[in-house]
T-cell receptor
Framework: NAGVTQTPKFQVLKTGQSMTLQCAQD?????MYWYRQDPGMGLRLIYY???????DKGEVPNGYNVSRLNKREFSLRLESAAPSQTSVYFC???????????????FGEGSRLTVL | TQLLEQSPQFLSIQEGENLTVYCNSS?????LQWYRQEPGEGPVLLVT?????EVKKLKRLTFQFGDARKDSSLHITAAQPGDTGLYLC??????????FGAGTRLTVKP
């Protein structure tokens, strides 16, 4: 029962370097999300993909890009990392069922990123 | 400014006490969810409330959705050390974009 798998779990970057966080889910969910979590800020939505082939900006999209590669995979790319992007990143997926969204969000274990 | 405001931000109580945490917004949500997160892990869903005025109970936890669907509360009766964690509320936007509050960090001391 893998659920949502994120890689890598830890990463240290220097300012200006680029990297991609990978996320895959095996629950056949339509929707996938990327959040960042900082102390005292809860989870802030970076980008989401309501269905395969679509992506939309969330609350804090600047400095990030995403790709919904297929139904299973949703990657987050930092083109030029900045210290302000030091955070814990969570990928999540859900299955909406039409009308009011009642789908449960299933989260990965998180990726801890440090930008020096 | 976060779309969902949670209060209090921190709460430290003794085992056996009751507590209530709040989640408020100026926006109307089609549904609200409560999650609990432990250190080093992703959040896990506790409950989803959909109908204004709805009350759901999960053992010692009682969740209420406001009549106007803008706010929610979580009440814990006779808290136990195992209830310690970060409690997050989340609301679904028009495009199923789930937005979270900053959370309430609860510590229950034995």
């Amino acid at each position: 029962n893998a659920g949502v798998t994120q890689t890598p779990k830890f990463q240290v970057l220097k300012t200006g370097q680029s990297m991609t966080l990978q996320c895959a889910q095996d629950m056949n969910h339509n929707s996938m999300y990327w959040y960042r979590q900082d102390p005292g800020m809860g989870l802030r939505l970076i980008y989401y993909s309501a269905s395969e082939g679509t992506t939309d900006k969330g609350e804090v999209p600047n400095g990030y890009n995403v790709s919904r590669l297929n139904k299973r995979e949703f990657s987050l790319r930092l083109e030029s990392a900045a210290p302000s992007q030091t955070s814990v990143y969570f990928c999540a997926s859900s299955q909406s069922s039409g009308g009011a969204f009642t789908g449960e969000l299933f989260f990965g274990e998180g990726s801890r990123l440090t930008v020096l | 400014t976060q779309l969902l405001e949670q209060s209090p931000q921190f709460l430290s109580i003794q085992e056996g006490e009751n507590l209530t945490v709040y989640c408020n917004s100026s926006s109307v949500f089609s549904s609200l969810q409560w999650y609990r997160q432990e250190p080093g892990e992703g959040p896990v869903l506790l409950v989803t409330v959909v109908t204004g005025g709805e009350v759901k109970k999960l053992k010692r936890l009682t969740f209420q959705f406001g009549d106007a669907r803008k706010d929610s509360s979580l009440h814990i009766t006779a808290a136990q050390p195992g209830d310690t964690g970060l409690y997050l509320c989340a609301g679904a936007g028009a495009w199923n974009d789930m937005r979270f509050g900053a959370g309430t960090r609860l510590t229950v001391k034995p």
